[in-house]
């Protein structure tokens, strides 16, 4: 079967290569897979604390993984095609991760090898394993849309968001969404009689379900939930106010309505930017008159004011500058203005000069201003002549 074409495997998320290998005529490497896991110690000698390590990291379908127990007599490489033990019978997937790397990787996920009984993995998928394996991936699509269809019948208030199939189709795990509980006992007698398998339903999250189906945010890049993101971080409301976000429900919601995972991406930059600028620094005192303060610039380094007799000029103070005056207002002292003056200081303020006009006036200017604009002259009329009755003019 050539596995290269076949388009079942990128649905899982391997990519059949051929390569040169000493020890296999084909070897199976990993695509642009989330589940794929980078082992750093593949390169590193073996080493004796390690010997006797028979633990495999394998993945399938939605995000599962999981760890089972290999036999020494069986060397696995990441991305070969394997049975393992399921119930009942068994399942296919693919090693993502091998060798010392897995221990370390199962004890990250705090997984206990010597109380936990892991399942095993019994040997490389056969041509025939396969070949099963892939009708019934085939058979996922199909299944979900007939699944909907009996669950609309039956009038129950869920979504089915996507259907996995066991590697030796006898069981189908259907992934569905619901507000409030649901009682499907009704719905798995129909779907066994129909499909022919056994049947497991498996309530998810909203933000599950949008990993599983995808889509394409408001940055116009996938989702980071279906291509590479395999965690979920509680998001808070806190961290849009760290980063000084608008509150707005339409703005901080992802696909799945809840507020979106990438508000957490920049927040510890935002905090660690944010403590380096200075406390109880609400309210400066200056001979011009108290400055207030409006607004936060955190990456910058700079706090912006306005005077409470002129509050619409606003005044960029770095934090270094807003601290000075700080000191200053404890000693009764009052500098003459919230940015110091060229002479006294080495401070220049960010100004531009074009043509005699300030850049404050060029932000203040039409926004037609580069417009071409049409010179419309008006074209004259020719006098038709006039003619008299003997045709003579």
Not at 65 to 89: C, R
Not at 93 to 103: F, H, T
Not at 331 to 353: I, R, Y
Not at 365 to 382: E, V
């Amino acid at each position: 079967m050539d596995t290269p074409d076949n388009p079942i495997f990128f649905s899982r998320g391997c990519n059949c290569e051929r390569q040169s290998s000493p020890r296999q005529g084909r070897e199976f490497s990993h695509g642009c897979n989330k589940l794929d896991s980078r082992n750093w110690l593949s390169e590193m000698p073996a080493n004796s604390m390690f010997r006797g390590f028979d633990v495999i990291e394998v993945r399938f379908k939605n995000g599962r993984k999981d760890f089972y127990q290999a036999s020494p007599e069986l060397d696995f490489l990441e991305g070969d095609i394997i049975a393992v033990e399921a119930s009942p019978g068994h399942d296919i997937g693919i090693v993502s991760l091998v060798g010392p790397a897995a221990r370390l990787q199962a004890k990250a996920k705090k997984v206990n090898l010597t109380e936990t009984e892991l399942k095993k993995a019994y040997r490389k998928a056969r041509v025939t394993d396969i070949e099963k394996w892939v009708a019934a991936v085939q058979l996922e699509q199909e299944t979900m849309i007939k699944s909907r269809g009996f669950a609309a019948k039956l009038k129950l208030e869920m979504k089915i968001s996507d259907v996995e199939y066991q590697g030796d189709r006898t069981k189908a795990i259907f992934y569905y969404t619901a507000d409030d509980r649901v009682d499907f006992r009704e719905l798995i007698r129909v779907f066994a009689e129909a499909f022919g398998v056994r049947v497991e339903m498996r309530q998810i999250g909203m933000r599950q379900e949008a990993s599983k189906v995808g889509g394409i945010g408001t940055c116009g890049r996938e989702l980071c939930c279906s291509t590479w993101l395999t965690g979920f971080r509680t998001v808070s409301t806190n961290a849009a106010r760290n980063q000084q976000l608008s509150l707005n429900p339409q703005k901080l919601a992802g696909q799945c309505s809840k507020l979106k995972c990438c508000i957490n991406f920049e927040n510890d930059c935002y905090q660690d930017y944010a403590k380096t600028l200075p406390e109880n620094a609400q309210v400066l005192f200056t001979k011009k008159g108290k400055a207030v303060l409006q607004k936060a610039e955190i990456l910058r380094g700079a706090l912006v004011y306005s005077y409470a007799d002129n509050g619409a000029q606003f005044v960029s103070v770095p934090a270094d500058r807003v601290k000075e005056i700080q000191e200053m207002n404890r000693k009764n002292l009052f500098p003459e203005d919230l940015l110091p003056t060229v002479e006294n200081s080495d401070f220049v303020p960010e100004t531009t000069e074009w043509n005699g006009q300030s850049d404050e006036s060029l932000t203040l200017d039409s926004l037609t201003r580069f417009d071409s604009q049409k010179t419309g002259r008006k074209k004259k009329k020719k006098k038709k002549p006039n003619h008299n009755k003997n045709g003579e003019q």
